[in-house]
């Protein structure tokens, strides 16, 4: 492991803060153990050279290969189910009525990382439309910072064992077999999806506003200010009526928050 001095890990952990909202001011270890072998391939000796190089910003793609290092990207399909149960008993028989004229849904899926949450909302709203499925605009907007995550997602291409989660028939009606135990998501799912890399530090300035944002086990990197100011973002981007889904271990200020709460993780912007 190479050394990273306590002035060199404090530049480090503000800069990330500062630009990208992770809050890593306790993960010294972290950084030295996901970082030092990176380092030492490209002929550094200590971390004071690199953190430099990285605060200059010269390289764009230093950082970018610095975050794909340091973010958690651990998901799965079918994720926390409850989410899924309130978008089939109570967000979608919503909106359908809603939209019964425009037949256009918006949804974001916020750190969607390598595309299991995306995917499953595909699936979900595919099983919920059916036949009509065809006449209805329901893409969804899939974001992260990653670009490599979302390399992963457009490849859309799983183990069979992390399709273990997802109802047992959904295997044959969404997936088609690769080699081996490798499954990829048919063509009808994935295209209802679309992939953007996105800061969720910056301004929202997506063209229209979403009736549901699922922006799930993303803030637990974030300090409360960070956290409170993305969850004014996204309020603003939310349609009235509207709901934004964070991760079950993760709570919001009860006092600042401008959404209402409707039960644990699930937020609804009042009409
Ligand atoms: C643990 S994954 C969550 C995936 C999925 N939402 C779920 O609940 O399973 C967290 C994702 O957030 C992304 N992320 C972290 N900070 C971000 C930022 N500032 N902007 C956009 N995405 C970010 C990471 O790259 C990672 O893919």
């Known amino acids: 492991m190479l050394n990273l001095s306590d002035s060199d890990f404090q530049r480090l952990y503000t800069y990330i803060k500062k630009h990208y909202g992770i809050d890593l001011s306790k993960k010294k270890q972290l950084i030295v153990s996901r970082l030092s072998n990176t380092l030492t391939a490209q002929g550094f000796k200590d971390f004071s050279a690199y953190v430099d190089d990285i ?3 010269r390289d764009p793609e230093m950082v970018t290969a610095m975050l794909n290092k340091l973010t958690t990207n651990y998901t799965y ?3 926390e189910e409850a989410h899924f149960k309130y978008l089939w008993d109570v967000v979608l028989p919503d909106l359908a009525k809603k939209h019964a004229r425009d037949k256009c849904l918006s949804i974001w899926s916020a750190g969607c990382s390598s595309g299991e949450e995306p995917y499953t909302i595909s699936m979900y709203l595919k099983e919920y439309f059916g036949a009509q499925a065809s006449q209805w605009d329901t893409r ?11 390399n992963t997602a457009l490849t859309a291409t799983y183990g069979e064992e992390g399709l273990s989660s997802l109802p047992a028939n959904w295997k044959q009606k969404y997936f088609v077999k690769k080699e081996k135990d490798q499954y990829t998501v048919s063509p009808a799912i994935k ?7 996105f800061n969720l530090m910056d301004p ?3 063209k229209k506003k979403f009736d549901l944002i699922f922006c799930r086990n993303v803030m637990i990197y974030f300090d409360q200010e960070t956290k409170d100011a993305l969850v004014g973002r996204f309020f603003n981007a939310t349609v ?6 964070i991760g079950h ?4 200020n009860k006092t600042t928050c401008p959404y209402e709460y409707i039960q644990p993780a699930i937020y609804r912007k009042k009409k």
């Open 55 to 57: 605060l200059s910003g």
């Open 77 to 79: 399909f079918l994720r």
């Open 140 to 150: 969804i907007l899939a974001t992260d910072i990653s670009q490599k995550i979302l």
């Open 191 to 197: 295209n209802n999806v679309i992939f953007r890399t």
């Open 204 to 206: 929202i300035q997506f």
């Open 240 to 245: 009235p009526g509207g709901h934004l889904f």
């Open 249 to 252: 271990s993760e709570g919001l």
